[in-house]
């Protein structure tokens, strides 16, 4: 990526319900313009997990408005960077994009308290991810 772009982030999970719609809020909340920021699943449930929702929240975070998407090729071709977190190959693969494997727990059907440590260990991940796409 040069040094002046915008890097653009997809983050890809089963439903787009729990774990990539945390990693996008804090990378939207974290990075602010500096990044280009989209997320999608390749089964999208119906809502946003609502534990996910409420553990946003404690931090001030407010994902109630999201919603799921579904993941298109296009989403893929136009992303720098696409992490996924447990899709398996169902994404699609293009060569000249950076591609990581997030292995994290599904947040699907649990509650906050298992939802906080997921959606810390993702915070933490986002920290060094932005010291590594962005310019200081």
């Excluded at 500096?34 to 609502?50: F, I, K, L, Q, Y």
Aim: with cysteine; aromatic share 4%; net charge negative.
């Amino acid at each position: 990526m040069p040094d002046t772009a915008r890097p653009t982030v997809l983050f890809v999970c089963v439903h787009n319900a729990g774990r990539s719609q945390m990693a996008a809020a804090f990378l939207t909340h974290l990075a602010g313009d500096r990044v280009e920021v989209r997320s999608a699943g390749s089964t999208p449930a119906d809502a946003v997990n609502p534990s996910v929702v409420a553990a946003m929240a404690e931090l001030g975070i407010d994902i109630s408005a999201e919603t799921p998407k579904v993941l298109t090729v296009e989403a893929v071709r136009a992303s720098d960077v696409v992490i996924t977190m447990g899709c398996g190959d169902t994404c699609p693969v293009f060569p000249g994009k950076r591609y990581l494997d997030w292995q994290l727990p599904d947040p699907a059907g649990q509650g906050v308290d298992a939802v906080r440590p997921i959606r810390d260990e993702i915070e933490n991940r986002i920290h060094t991810l932005i010291a590594e796409i962005t310019v200081p």
